[in-house]
């Protein structure tokens, strides 16, 4: 199993109740592809560098996971149509 981090960052307008049911989307798609969360790291409502999608602010969140390695192209393909998520990266992290 490989180590992977996912920077998210979730619309800064959506309510408490709908920023976490996308977080809990993201999640469950971690899981649904075998990946195993390790650890999620909540940084809080932030100013945006620039605006996305006519949004200043949104919510970020950092989440550690491990999975197999064909499986960060098939979450990346899922997390990319939610429309409450307004930029994300995954990467392999160094052991």
């Known amino acids: ?3 992977y981090e996912l920077a ?3 619309n800064g307008k959506l309510s408490e109740e709908d920023r ?3 977080l809990e989307k993201v999640k469950a798609l971690v899981e649904r592809f075998e990946g195993n ?3 999620v790291d909540d940084w809080g409502k932030r100013r945006l560098s620039y605006e996305i ?3 200043r602010e949104g919510y ?3 989440i ?3 999975s197999e390695e064909g499986a960060p192209a098939q979450i990346e393909k899922l997390i990319r149509i939610m429309e409450t998520v ?3 990266l995954i990467v392999k992290a160094e052991v």
């Open 8 to 10: 998210l960052v979730i």
């Open 20 to 22: 976490d049911a996308a």
């Open 86 to 88: 307004l930029s994300f």
């Open 60 to 62: 970020y969140y950092l």
């Open 64 to 66: 550690a996971f491990e």
């Open 53 to 55: 999608q006519k949004v």
């Open 37 to 39: 969360i390790t650890k």
């Open 1 to 3: 199993m490989n180590q």
